[in-house]
Structures are given as structure tokens and as C-alpha cells.
């Protein structure tokens, strides 16, 4: 009855104490973790009361998970800890560095892009001076623009007819023409004549070579001239005709015949002999040379004239350079900032590795009864001292051989086992060619470089913004007046356009590239000492979890013996029955191997020459024995002697072997130079031992 009252006042202790250390890893994996997310404020909150609320429960009510949330701890001072609190380390200085290197280049473009406006107010302020007037002028000819247009109709009307005359006999041309020039200004191309006639028609108002004009001109007033010379005969042939039809009606006919043959002279028509012959028609004399040129120049002029007209200069602006710069940064950059964040949210999610390795050593702890079973216990003790008090064999004091595999709870020093991820050489505690510091470093040496670079970045642009002020100062007088003389078309034309060019400029103008519209020095956003401290505060928190990491081995141990105390009893004493059957078969293998070594007379091939030298001649080489190479090593565990000489061993004189205190309290014997091992000795299962021994 009294042990299920302290059961459940137990329980409700646990309950409650349970709930509170849930509570206290959620705040943990809250603002280390889930904060590193960086998803909306909503989002965040929401996740952090579900993790508080199943950690909290989850602890205050299971064994199972109470004892992985303890597990946590010191696995996160492991490998796998310290790996996840490197990956944050990284992630810190994706957040940190990286991102305040891209926010100063930003301020980069943007002074870049403030010059360049600067500049360009400058270069305006010039423009103002020298051109603008001019400008003005131009832009207020929109109210000549239809005298303009009149003017350049003229120039069509009196370039058209001449075209006409030259190329062409039919009136069609014109129409085509100003159907054109009405296509063009309106900037799309005719839809009056399909693809047929629209070709035909390029082909007929191609500029022409100069020969080509002048002599389809000459051919065509030959045939005009011939035509008009014909048409003459034509039409005195018909007068002398319709006057003789006249004078025969109306005189007898007996009569009419001699009156009226006068009228059929028609030889008289023929006029060409009369104005010259063939040459009359001759257009050479007519035409000058070089006609034809003049007529192409004309023509190429008026088109000229339309096209620059119709189609100005297009060209961009300083400040749409400017903009489409900084657009694309900011695109490039939002780019960036969105593929670290999702680097950070999968390196914060490695924060459950820590979890699967805790559940994995809870999981191995219940099922393998050797895993990590290597404790030296206040249980272990207790069954050594229960068999001693018996009078059986012991297991404690701990062999050499044994001392290097097994750990000693009440012992502070970290066995070669629990070294193994700092040195090199796991035999030496005291060998600092460290794997896991060797990497660390390399590790902080990455993380700095990173830190060293945004601090260098910010300190540029800090010496530009205190050294880069420059004042410019401008001033300048711009006068002109034109006079245009002359009454007719072209001068009134030019004088109502030169009018408006008459005027005085002066302008005086004070800019500066620190005091603009914008600020046109830097402005170096300084690192925050947060993200260093995080930074250099966890790379110090992995180097003392990488030299204490042995530690967590033992509480992670101690951990599980709490909450499954039939089990660690169970591990106990399987691992002091193993210990008991190695170290038996460990004996009784080495008593056998030197027996048969000393048999076979082989015990000698293990003296080197330095050995030998000290042993046979001591007073001249006596001094070996300061060196590893001249020292004598145990014959059952190969431990090496002290510098004072042989200790424990046989008193046969000439002997020269000698055995460790342990060894020779378990053996008694000297193998080497007894006789002993002669009886009841069986070489058959010498290998059998071996295969045992190895087996563990």
C-alpha cells in the first residue's frame, strides 16, 4: 500500500516535471529553430504552440519520450550535434554576412545609379545652356508644322508633274504617289494594291541611273515630235479632202472636174522636208548633258526630305538606364535572398537528426545488449566484490588490455574508446592531431573568410562615403540672333523658323554628390554583433562539445539507466560475464603461445640488436635503456619495462624475460625457461583458443 502511494506521488512528480522540460525544449527548438524559417509571423507562432503542445504532453505523459528528450541533450553535444550546430553556424553566416554583403550591393547600384543621375544633371545643366534653346525652338515649330506640311506638298507638286513627264504618259502615278506619302505618314504600310500590283509599282518608281533618263527622255520627245508632224499631215490631208467634197457639190459636174483638182494637191502636207528634214525631230540638240543627274539629285532630295520628316530619332534616357539597372538587381536579388532562405530552412530542419540519432540509441540500448556496453558500473563493482567475498575470480583491478576498452565511471580520464574522434593514433590520449579540431578549424577559418569579407566590403565603402564629397559648381552666358533677308517662299519659311532661335541664356547652377535629390555617397550597412555571436559563439560551443565528447557517451548511458534500470542490469552483467571469458581465454591462449614459442626455440627472434647490445655488454651500453629500442616488453602483454630494469620475472640466471606486475601474479610462472609447460599440455587446441579469442 505504501509503495503505490510513493508510486503515484512519482508519477504526478513526473507528470508535471515532464511537461515543464517539454516546454523548455520546444522554447528551445522555437527560437533556434523554427525562427529560422523564416515563414509569416502567423505561421511561425502556429508552429511553435503545436511543437510546445506535443513535446509538453508527450513528455509529461510517456516514458519513452521523456527519456528521448533527455537523450537529446547529450546527443547533441555528439557528432551528429556537433554536424547540426555547424550547419547553423553556415546558416548563421547565409543570414548574417552573406546577406549584408548583398544589402551593400545594393547601395553599390544605388550609388552607381545616383552618379549617373548626378552626372546627368550635370551634363543637363550643359544641355540647358548650349542646346536647349534650340530645343525650345524646334519644339515650338508644332505651330508651323502645317506651312511645313504645305511646303513639302509644293515641293511634291512641282517634283510630281516633272515625273510624270519623264517616266510615265498615265495620271495614275500622282494618285499612287500621295496614297504613299499618306501611308508613310501614318507609319503603316498601303493596302490599297495587292502584292502583284504593289511590286509592279516599286519596280516603276525605282530611282533610276541618270543615262537611263536622259535617254528615255530623249526617245520619248523623238516620238512626241514625230507624232506631232504626223498628226499635222493628218490634218491638212483632211482640210484639202472636205474642200474638194465642197467644191463638187456645189459646181456642175461638167465644170467641177477642172475647178476643183487644185484641192487634191495633198503633196503640199508633207512638212517635215519644210522645217528641216529628219533632224527636226532630233532631241539631242534639245537636251543638255548631265540633265539626267540633276533629275535623279531632285528626286532623291524629296524623299529624303519626306523620310526625315516622317521618322525622327528614337533614343533612350539616363534615367530609364537607371531604373531598368536597379529593377534588375532587385530581381536578382530577391532570386538570391529566396534560394538561401530555403537553404537555411533545410539546414534548420537538420536539427531532427539530433532526434533520429537519440531514438536510434534508445532503440539499440533495448535490442543490442552490446551496444556502447562498455561501463564499469557501481552494479559491475558490487558483483566483482560479492565473487570476492566468495573467494572466485575477480575481475577488478582492470588489465592493461582491458583498461583501454572498458570505461571507469569513478575514473575522469577519457579511455582511448572515447577518443577516438580527437586523435589521430587511438592508442594516445595525448596526441592532439586532432580529425574532429582539424576540421573545426577549417571550419571556422570558412566561416571567418565569409565575416572578414562583408567587414572589408563595409570598410570601402565607409572610406568612400567619409573621402568621396565633391561640390561642382556651374555658370555660363549663351546668346544668339539670326537674320534672314528675303521675300519670297523659302525666306519667310526660314525666317518663321529662325525667329524662335533668337534668345539670351544665363544659368548658374550649385550640385553636390552628398546633398542631391538623393544621396549620392554610401551608406555601408555595419554587420550586426548578433549574427557574430551566434556565429563565433556556437563554432566555441562545438569545440568544447568535440573535446567533451566523451562525456555525452557516459550521460547518454546513464541517461537510459535510469528509465530502463532491468535492462541496464541485464547489460551489466552480460558484460562482466564477457569480460570474465576473455579474459580467461586471453590467459590461457598467451600461456600456450609462449609455451610453444619457447618450444620451438623462437622466444629469441624477438631480441632486436639494440636489446642485445645492452643485455651482453651493459657497461658500454647500458645506456639504451632511455630508448623505447632498448627496453625489454612484457612476455604475456608486451608492455615495455621501466627504466629501472627488470622488476617481476623468474630469478633463473641468464634469463632475460621479464613479466608486469598483473601478468605475473596471473601466470607465476616463466615460460621461457621452465619446464613446466612440458605436462598436460595440448598443442591441438591452441588454434581453437586463438579463433576464440579473435572471435571477441
Given at each position: 500500500m505504501h509503495t503505490d502511494r510513493r508510486s503515484k506521488k512519482f508519477r504526478k512528480s513526473k507528470l508535471i516535471l515532464g511537461f515543464f522540460y517539454g516546454f523548455f525544449l520546444s522554447l528551445i527548438l522555437y527560437h533556434f529553430v523554427i525562427v529560422d524559417l523564416e515563414f509569416?509571423?502567423?505561421?511561425?507562432?502556429?508552429?511553435?504552440?503545436?511543437?510546445?503542445?506535443?513535446l509538453s504532453i508527450g513528455h509529461a505523459i510517456s516514458q519513452q519520450v521523456r527519456c528521448l528528450g533527455l537523450l537529446a541533450m547529450p546527443t547533441f553535444c555528439d557528432k551528429s550535434g556537433q554536424r547540426v550546430l555547424v550547419t547553423m553556424v553556415f546558416a548563421y553566416v547565409m543570414a548574417g554576412p552573406l546577406n549584408n554583403i548583398m544589402r551593400n550591393g545594393s547601395e553599390v547600384i544605388r550609388v552607381f545609379t545616383c552618379s549617373s543621375a548626378l552626372v546627368y544633371n550635370l551634363t543637363k545643366t550643359r544641355y540647358e545652356l548650349m542646346f536647349k534653346p534650340f530645343q525650345e525652338a524646334l519644339f515650338n515649330l508644332k505651330a508651323e508644322t502645317n506651312e511645313i506640311k504645305e511646303t513639302i506638298n509644293s515641293i511634291n507638286d512641282v517634283i510630281d508633274p516633272i515625273r510624270q513627264e519623264f517616266e510615265s504618259d498615265s495620271d495614275s502615278i500622282e494618285l499612287h504617289e500621295r496614297n504613299d506619302y499618306l501611308d508613310d505618314l501614318q507609319m503603316r504600310p498601303s493596302k490599297m494594291y495587292s502584292a502583284k500590283s504593289s511590286e509592279r509599282t516599286k519596280n516603276m518608281y525605282k530611282i533610276p541611273e541618270p543615262s537611263e533618263v536622259e535617254i528615255k527622255y530623249r526617245n520619248k520627245l523623238r516620238r512626241k515630235c514625230k507624232g506631232i508632224i504626223n498628226r499635222a499631215d493628218e490634218k491638212c490631208k483632211a482640210a484639202f479632202q472636205n474642200s474638194y467634197d465642197s467644191c463638187t457639190n456645189s459646181v456642175h459636174w461638167s465644170v467641177n472636174w477642172a475647178l476643183c483638182w487644185p484641192m487634191q494637191v495633198t503633196f503640199v502636207c508633207n512638212l517635215a522636208p519644210l522645217f528641216g528634214g529628219e533632224d527636226v525631230c532630233n532631241s539631242g540638240k534639245s537636251v543638255n548633258s548631265g540633265f539626267g543627274k540633276g533629275y535623279v539629285y531632285l528626286t532623291k532630295s524629296k524623299d529624303e526630305l519626306k523620310r526625315e520628316f516622317l521618322h525622327p530619332e528614337q533614343y533612350r534616357n539616363a534615367y530609364d538606364m537607371t531604373r531598368d539597372m536597379m529593377m534588375d538587381f532587385r530581381e536578382k536579388r530577391r532570386a538570391a535572398e529566396f534560394v538561401f532562405v530555403c537553404i537555411?530552412?533545410?539546414?534548420?530542419?537538420?536539427f531532427l537528426k539530433i532526434l533520429l540519432d537519440s531514438q536510434s540509441y534508445m532503440h539499440k540500448y533495448l535490442t543490442?545488449?552490446?551496444?556502447?556496453?562498455?561501463?564499469?558500473?557501481?552494479y559491475y563493482r558490487k558483483i566483482d566484490a560479492r565473487r570476492k567475498k566468495i573467494g572466485k575470480h575477480t575481475l577488478l583491478p582492470l588489465k592493461k588490455t582491458e583498461k583501454s576498452k572498458m570505461v571507469d565511471l569513478r575514473s575522469y580520464k577519457l579511455v582511448n574508446r572515447e577518443c577516438d574522434h580527437l586523435v589521430g593514433i587511438p592508442k594516445s590520449n595525448f596526441r592532439f592531431c586532432c580529425k574532429s579540431l582539424v576540421k573545426l578549424v577549417f571550419e571556422i577559418i570558412a566561416a571567418s573568410s565569409l565575416v572578414l569579407l562583408d567587414v572589408v566590403f563595409y570598410e570601402a565603402l565607409d572610406v568612400i562615403k567619409r573621402h568621396?564629397?565633391?561640390?561642382?559648381f556651374q555658370t555660363g552666358h549663351h546668346n544668339l540672333y539670326i537674320k534672314v533677308k528675303g521675300t519670297g517662299m523659302i525666306a519667310n519659311l526660314l525666317r518663321s523658323v529662325v525667329d524662335r532661335f533668337n534668345f539670351k541664356k544665363n544659368i548658374t547652377v550649385n550640385l553636390s554628390n552628398e546633398i542631391t535629390?538623393?544621396?549620392?555617397?554610401?551608406?555601408?550597412?555595419?554587420?550586426?554583433?548578433?549574427y557574430l555571436h551566434k556565429i563565433y559563439g556556437t563554432l566555441m560551443l562545438v569545440f568544447f562539445m568535440t573535446v567533451f565528447a566523451g562525456y555525452s557517451s557516459r550521460l547518454k548511458r546513464l541517461i537510459c539507466a535510469v528509465f530502463f534500470r532491468k535492462r541496464e542490469k541485464r547489460r551489466v552483467l552480460y558484460l562482466y560475464n564477457e569480460t570474465l571469458r576473455k579474459r580467461t581465454a586471453f590467459f590461457r591462449y598467451m600461456k600456450q603461445k609462449v609455451a610453444k614459442l619457447a618450444r620451438e626455440n623462437k622466444l629469441s627472434e624477438d631480441l632486436d640488436i639494440f636489446?642485445?647490445?645492452?643485455?651482453?655488454?651493459?657497461?658500454l651500453f647500458g645506456w639504451l635503456v632511455w630508448f623505447a629500442c632498448g627496453r625489454r616488453?612484457?612476455?604475456?602483454?608486451?608492455?615495455?619495462e621501466t627504466k629501472a630494469g627488470k622488476?617481476?620475472?623468474c630469478n633463473t640466471v641468464g634469463c632475460v624475460y621479464i613479466h608486469c606486475e598483473q601478468c605475473w601474479k596471473d601466470v607465476g610462472v616463466c615460460f621461457a625457461c621452465s619446464d613446466t609447460y612440458c605436462t598436460n599440455y595440448n598443442y591441438a587446441n591452441l588454434n581453437e583458443i586463438k579463433l576464440y579469442c579473435l572471435k571477441y
Amino acid at each position: 500500500m505504501h509503495t503505490d502511494r510513493r508510486s503515484k506521488k512519482f508519477r504526478k512528480s513526473k507528470l508535471i516535471l515532464g511537461f515543464f522540460y517539454g516546454f523548455f525544449l520546444s522554447l528551445i527548438l522555437y527560437h533556434f529553430v523554427i525562427v529560422d524559417l523564416e515563414f509569416t509571423e502567423e505561421t511561425t507562432h502556429l508552429m511553435g504552440i503545436v511543437i510546445s503542445l506535443f513535446l509538453s504532453i508527450g513528455h509529461a505523459i510517456s516514458q519513452q519520450v521523456r527519456c528521448l528528450g533527455l537523450l537529446a541533450m547529450p546527443t547533441f553535444c555528439d557528432k551528429s550535434g556537433q554536424r547540426v550546430l555547424v550547419t547553423m553556424v553556415f546558416a548563421y553566416v547565409m543570414a548574417g554576412p552573406l546577406n549584408n554583403i548583398m544589402r551593400n550591393g545594393s547601395e553599390v547600384i544605388r550609388v552607381f545609379t545616383c552618379s549617373s543621375a548626378l552626372v546627368y544633371n550635370l551634363t543637363k545643366t550643359r544641355y540647358e545652356l548650349m542646346f536647349k534653346p534650340f530645343q525650345e525652338a524646334l519644339f515650338n515649330l508644332k505651330a508651323e508644322t502645317n506651312e511645313i506640311k504645305e511646303t513639302i506638298n509644293s515641293i511634291n507638286d512641282v517634283i510630281d508633274p516633272i515625273r510624270q513627264e519623264f517616266e510615265s504618259d498615265s495620271d495614275s502615278i500622282e494618285l499612287h504617289e500621295r496614297n504613299d506619302y499618306l501611308d508613310d505618314l501614318q507609319m503603316r504600310p498601303s493596302k490599297m494594291y495587292s502584292a502583284k500590283s504593289s511590286e509592279r509599282t516599286k519596280n516603276m518608281y525605282k530611282i533610276p541611273e541618270p543615262s537611263e533618263v536622259e535617254i528615255k527622255y530623249r526617245n520619248k520627245l523623238r516620238r512626241k515630235c514625230k507624232g506631232i508632224i504626223n498628226r499635222a499631215d493628218e490634218k491638212c490631208k483632211a482640210a484639202f479632202q472636205n474642200s474638194y467634197d465642197s467644191c463638187t457639190n456645189s459646181v456642175h459636174w461638167s465644170v467641177n472636174w477642172a475647178l476643183c483638182w487644185p484641192m487634191q494637191v495633198t503633196f503640199v502636207c508633207n512638212l517635215a522636208p519644210l522645217f528641216g528634214g529628219e533632224d527636226v525631230c532630233n532631241s539631242g540638240k534639245s537636251v543638255n548633258s548631265g540633265f539626267g543627274k540633276g533629275y535623279v539629285y531632285l528626286t532623291k532630295s524629296k524623299d529624303e526630305l519626306k523620310r526625315e520628316f516622317l521618322h525622327p530619332e528614337q533614343y533612350r534616357n539616363a534615367y530609364d538606364m537607371t531604373r531598368d539597372m536597379m529593377m534588375d538587381f532587385r530581381e536578382k536579388r530577391r532570386a538570391a535572398e529566396f534560394v538561401f532562405v530555403c537553404i537555411r530552412r533545410l539546414l534548420a530542419f537538420s536539427f531532427l537528426k539530433i532526434l533520429l540519432d537519440s531514438q536510434s540509441y534508445m532503440h539499440k540500448y533495448l535490442t543490442d545488449i552490446e551496444h556502447d556496453n562498455a561501463y564499469v558500473t557501481r552494479y559491475y563493482r558490487k558483483i566483482d566484490a560479492r565473487r570476492k567475498k566468495i573467494g572466485k575470480h575477480t575481475l577488478l583491478p582492470l588489465k592493461k588490455t582491458e583498461k583501454s576498452k572498458m570505461v571507469d565511471l569513478r575514473s575522469y580520464k577519457l579511455v582511448n574508446r572515447e577518443c577516438d574522434h580527437l586523435v589521430g593514433i587511438p592508442k594516445s590520449n595525448f596526441r592532439f592531431c586532432c580529425k574532429s579540431l582539424v576540421k573545426l578549424v577549417f571550419e571556422i577559418i570558412a566561416a571567418s573568410s565569409l565575416v572578414l569579407l562583408d567587414v572589408v566590403f563595409y570598410e570601402a565603402l565607409d572610406v568612400i562615403k567619409r573621402h568621396a564629397k565633391i561640390d561642382y559648381f556651374q555658370t555660363g552666358h549663351h546668346n544668339l540672333y539670326i537674320k534672314v533677308k528675303g521675300t519670297g517662299m523659302i525666306a519667310n519659311l526660314l525666317r518663321s523658323v529662325v525667329d524662335r532661335f533668337n534668345f539670351k541664356k544665363n544659368i548658374t547652377v550649385n550640385l553636390s554628390n552628398e546633398i542631391t535629390y538623393t544621396v549620392c555617397l554610401p551608406n555601408p550597412h555595419k554587420l550586426d554583433a548578433y549574427y557574430l555571436h551566434k556565429i563565433y559563439g556556437t563554432l566555441m560551443l562545438v569545440f568544447f562539445m568535440t573535446v567533451f565528447a566523451g562525456y555525452s557517451s557516459r550521460l547518454k548511458r546513464l541517461i537510459c539507466a535510469v528509465f530502463f534500470r532491468k535492462r541496464e542490469k541485464r547489460r551489466v552483467l552480460y558484460l562482466y560475464n564477457e569480460t570474465l571469458r576473455k579474459r580467461t581465454a586471453f590467459f590461457r591462449y598467451m600461456k600456450q603461445k609462449v609455451a610453444k614459442l619457447a618450444r620451438e626455440n623462437k622466444l629469441s627472434e624477438d631480441l632486436d640488436i639494440f636489446l642485445t647490445l645492452r643485455l651482453k655488454f651493459p657497461s658500454l651500453f647500458g645506456w639504451l635503456v632511455w630508448f623505447a629500442c632498448g627496453r625489454r616488453k612484457c612476455l604475456i602483454c608486451g608492455e615495455p619495462e621501466t627504466k629501472a630494469g627488470k622488476q617481476y620475472g623468474c630469478n633463473t640466471v641468464g634469463c632475460v624475460y621479464i613479466h608486469c606486475e598483473q601478468c605475473w601474479k596471473d601466470v607465476g610462472v616463466c615460460f621461457a625457461c621452465s619446464d613446466t609447460y612440458c605436462t598436460n599440455y595440448n598443442y591441438a587446441n591452441l588454434n581453437e583458443i586463438k579463433l576464440y579469442c579473435l572471435k571477441y
